[in-house]
């Protein structure tokens, strides 16, 4: 699978709000949701497209049919007795948990010559040992990190936003050629590995926020329990763009609301939603809502609706299949996607981690995580992470 290479001339606008943590002027750029994360949904989808679409018509595998016949009919015997064909094992048989998958969301302007990706979102999923719970939090995309040397794209290695880790790795011919985005990844994938001292991933993805809104409508929408009364700086209430103001300086006209409580929400309401970062709690509140949104796209995907209706599932796949940049590591998507079959939506514990903003002379530097929040990287290295939530339950995402 390959980046997406086109993209709605609407949503390559950039996000011109005005404020920073530290109350200054900065013109920002356009934060797309952690469409990463979708992949998450992608592979436990995908055990049910494909066992659905594997199986017979009575229901059997490859394997059932390969056995012998069991319909009690009588059959002429054969002079030479030859032992049944071995059962074909399934996709992902030999992936074994726990696993680590690390999901990147990226904003990928093809209008702009000149634009470089950035990781706007980063999240991680753990996956348990049986393969039937999981972890899901995300990192600050403008946590401070050290970016370490990457040779392929010429780069030095520099202590920066870990945002910056896409651009600085997808570097091609000198800053020159066409960003590269999966070779972007491997520098994201280093620097998150130094960060958090998880150093193998099992698959890692990159999706671009092109194909995201129209991934939610091929779903027919998701069901979301809206935390907070959020007010969107981009989009009206009829879903258009808009229009910047005249100064250069954030947007003018009606703003769409999202009230707090149970909501439908379409693909441009979803993208418009998880992208607020201008509401109480900020970039924290908006990754809390990036990864709400993931855990109600999986709930959708393998709800039984979805099951009973393998053509949908295949089409809804296939929604992604531009936007994604996939490495598993010599496994594919359906691999996994046979892996985490047993995965459901209930069982993934979604975990913010918390941090406060960092400066230098009265400048913004970025973000940090809190003691709180490295120690839960320690506890979840060493296994111990329900121990240290169940002693630290803020930290868990309830809704």
Do not use: C
Not at 346 to 356: F, N, Y
Request: no cysteine; net charge neutral.
């Amino acid at each position: 699978m390959a980046e997406a290479g086109q993209h709605r001339a609407a949503e390559d606008e950039p996000d011109n709000s005005p404020e920073d943590p530290t109350g200054g002027l900065l013109r920002r750029r356009r934060i797309s949701w952690a469409a990463g994360g979708v992949v998450v949904a992608l592979l436990v989808a995908g055990a049910a497209v494909t066992t659905t679409m594997l199986r017979g018509p009575d229901g059997s595998t490859p394997a059932d049919r390969s056995g012998t016949n069991t319909t009690g009919a009588l059959t002429a015997p054969t002079p030479t007795p030859t032992p049944p064909p071995s059962p074909t094992p399934e996709p992902g048989a030999d992936l074994r948990g726990p696993l680590n998958l690390l999901l990147v969301g990226v904003d990928t302007r093809v209008s702009e010559p000149a634009w470089e990706p950035h990781a706007d979102a980063v999240l991680i999923m753990q996956v348990s040992r049986e393969l039937d719970r999981a972890y899901l939090f995300s990192l600050p995309r403008d946590l401070v990190v050290d970016i370490p040397p990457f040779a392929k794209a010429k780069f030095p290695g520099q202590q920066t936003k870990l945002t910056h880790a896409m651009s600085h790795g997808s570097k091609t011919n000198g800053g020159k050629g066409e960003p590269n985005t999966a070779q972007g990844l491997e520098l994201v994938e280093a620097t998150v590995s130094r960060y958090t001292g998880i150093n193998k991933w099992d698959a890692s993805a990159v999706l671009t926020f092109g194909g995201f809104d129209d991934l939610v409508d091929a779903l027919g929408g998701i069901d979301l329990y809206v935390d907070q009364r959020v007010v969107s700086q981009h989009r009206q209430p009829n879903g258009k763009h808009r229009p910047g103001n005249t100064n250069g300086d954030g947007y003018v006209g009606p703003q769409m609301v999202y009230e707090k409580g149970d909501r439908h929400l379409t693909g441009w309401q979803a993208l418009d939603y998880a992208r607020q970062r201008h509401t109480t709690g900020g970039d924290y509140a908006r990754q809390r809502h990036q990864q709400q949104l993931i855990k109600a796209i999986v709930a959708k995907v393998v709800s039984e609706e979805l099951a009973r209706d393998p053509d949908r599932l295949d089409q809804v796949l296939r929604t992604m299949g531009e936007a994604l940049t996939f490495s598993g590591r010599n496994q594919r998507v359906i691999d996994f996607a046979f892996a985490l079959s047993g995965l459901r939506p209930e069982a993934i514990t979604l975990v913010g981690l918390p941090g406060a903003s960092v400066g230098s002379g009265g400048s913004y530097r970025g973000e940090q995580l809190t003691q709180v929040g490295t120690r839960f990287l320690t506890e979840l290295r060493a296994g111990r992470a329900d121990a240290y939530l169940a002693a630290n339950p803020e930290l868990v995402v309830t809704r």
